[in-house]
């Protein structure tokens, strides 16, 4: 008699579906790196060293062993801490299955961080590179190796965020205090075009302290860190289904035109080609 097995369907938790970049870098004692925003998401490792990290309305240390994983479109910075020069492993991708992450600050085992370096330092030889670190394509005959480099990218993360998180240093500043209630403010009047001179109003804090806190924090004006904030929640309605001139008016732009020119400013597309991408 034939026994038929129906087998047991194992989905994927993580599906990384295209890398854009993956490299390692030490950096100087004082560098900055000012904030960004992209569709993809975004992962950065600690090896030796710290630094502080924007990411949204969070402001936080991340030390040796610890990384963050930043979803797309979510506003992003970091720079040097505590005198060091902060060793750091960059990898950046597009991926069709995820999680629902709680929290994406994790803290990496010593042996996942030996799994990362040694991922990195045989990636020359697997691809091929533009500008030093943007992935552009597989070499001939290193199929299986890409494979066995995203698939170990993947366990890394998959292992890291099953585990509870663990002693980050929030940074808890008068100037860390102020950009908060500021984003704050920002996310509450987002179908609004609020100015400077408003948001100083709305938050009682002049506007060259303003100034301040989004160069420090942000690295970009806070006209600028609006205008990508409305863009993510732009791209999250249109994602939901939302036409152009829905998700225009729903953050503050009535001239749709107008919305376009910034929205391809700054996800890089304009919304129709978003539009299209994501259905």
Known sequence: MKTTLKGCVV???????????????????????????????????????AIRVTAGEDIFMLEEGQAVLHSPMEFHSFWSEKGTMPHIIVVTFAADVMPALKERRFRLLEGEIEMLCG??????????????????????????????????????ILSACSRRGEGFTVIESAGAGNYRAIVRVLEEHMTERLSLQEVSQLCSMSESTIKKTFSRYAGIGMVEYFNQMKMRQAARLLEEGKSVGQAAEAVGFHDQNYFSTVFKRIVGMSPRAYLALRR
């Open 11 to 49: 989905e994927k938790c993580i599906r990384i579906s295209a890398l854009f970049s993956a490299f390692e870098r030490i950096f100087d004692k004082d560098y900055y790196f000012g904030g960004e925003t992209h569709d993809f998401w975004e992962l950065v490792c600690v090896v030796e060293g």
């Open 119 to 156: 991922l990195l330092s045989k990636s020359e030889r697997i691809f091929r590179f533009e500008q030093e670190i943007l992935v552009h394509q597989i070499n001939a005959g290193r199929e299986a190796d890409a494979h066995l480099f995203v698939s170990g990218i993947e366990n890394i």
